[in-house]
């Protein structure tokens, strides 16, 4: 059975690692766990790593070439494989459970996969589990949350009360980045040491699940109509001015105009140096509504810059919030009207 996201520090603390590793799940988590793993394989001697960039042409012989590859100083080596999709393919779930079942002393093999669900399991999987060891790393559930917080700062020292681990909750919405930047300038504000009351931490946390520009077309294109108008609301109470957000707005759903008329979206998204989680983010978005949308609303969005700089007449702020409900829910797309 897979390991739990909690057994993993233990796991990782022996003296040994093990043959393979599969390490899947959200991009954030999946990557501080592949940094512990590779922190613990310098300690054990692991002076050697080859790192395999898998890709459309990657060739899955370089797996085996690079397994049965002799150390230039005898020593330990880690296989670094960076599998995005987790997707092997038949050719991949091949060579990998080839791996498994032979591997070779003093290598282990660490496999990394940012876009994970039950759908990915396999019997390459199911394998590799039997073999060596995976986990899977979920964002908390909405309950969760708190408790997360908590817990993560605990393991950085410093604890909070219950009030003020939900507020910070509150405040990141769900977004693991948000609430991990959050943790560490909370660290080095107390020096590592202390409590934090909700009075403090209304204080010293930004609010970072608002006010961003960023933020809003995320939201958008993710399908979260609520968030993305509040972060909307939020943007206008601080005053900010519309028509340079209007202009990420556009860059954005040029981007999206782009992805869609792609005859290969993966390599279109490679070329645009799109992260894995960008990436799902725009594909789950061309998947909701066609082309003609997306046309739609950059059609709206330029009159909204239009209207914000005086040369046609509306209230610009409202159509703003027509068009980020109709990006975020195309059956809003009425409001194009």
Request: net charge neutral.
């Amino acid at each position: 059975m897979p390991l739990a996201p909690a057994q993993w520090q233990k796991t990782l603390a022996g003296d040994r690692l093990h043959s393979v590793y599969l390490l899947a799940g959200e991009e954030l988590l999946v990557l501080e766990a592949a940094d512990a793993l590779r922190a613990q394989a310098r300690r054990l001697g692991y002076t050697e790593r080859d790192v395999l960039e898998t890709g459309q042409h990657f060739d899955w012989d370089d797996l085996a070439r690079a397994a049965a590859g002799m150390s230039l100083f005898a020593t330990r080596r880690l296989i670094d494989l960076r599998l995005p999709t987790g997707r092997p393919g038949v050719e991949g779930a091949k060579a990998i459970t080839a791996f498994c079942e032979n591997p070779p002393p003093d290598v282990t093999l660490l496999i990394t996969a940012t876009d994970w669900s039950a759908k990915h399991d396999g019997a390459w999987s199911k394998k590799l589990d039997a073999a060596g060891a995976m986990v899977v790393f979920n964002a908390p559930r909405p309950h969760e949350w708190a408790s997360w917080i908590g817990a993560r700062l605990a393991s950085r020292g410093l604890s909070a009360t219950p009030d003020a681990a939900a507020l910070l909750a509150q405040r990141v919405e769900g977004n693991l980045l948000a609430a991990a930047q959050e943790v560490d300038k909370l660290v080095v504000l107390h020096d590592g040491k202390g409590r934090i009351g909700a009075d403090e931490m209304e204080s010293l946390v930004a609010d970072s699940a608002r006010y961003d520009a960023f933020k809003l077309t995320d939201a958008a294109f993710a399908g979260d109509g609520g968030r993305a108008l509040r972060v909307l609301a939020g943007l206008r109470a601080e005053g900010e001015d519309l028509i340079p957000m209007m202009g990420w707005v556009v860059n954005q759903l040029q981007l999206a105009l782009r992805l869609a008329n792609a005859r290969d979206f993966a390599a279109q998204a490679k070329a645009e140096r799109l992260w894995q989680s960008r990436e799902q983010l725009f594909r789950q978005a061309l998947r909701r509504a066609p082309r003609e949308h997306w046309l739609k609303c950059l059609a709206r969005a330029a009159r909204i810059d239009r209207i914000a700089k005086g040369r046609e007449f509306g209230d610009a702020w409202l159509e703003a919030e027509r068009l980020i409900a109709a990006m975020a829910e195309p059956r809003a797309a009425a409001a194009l009207a």
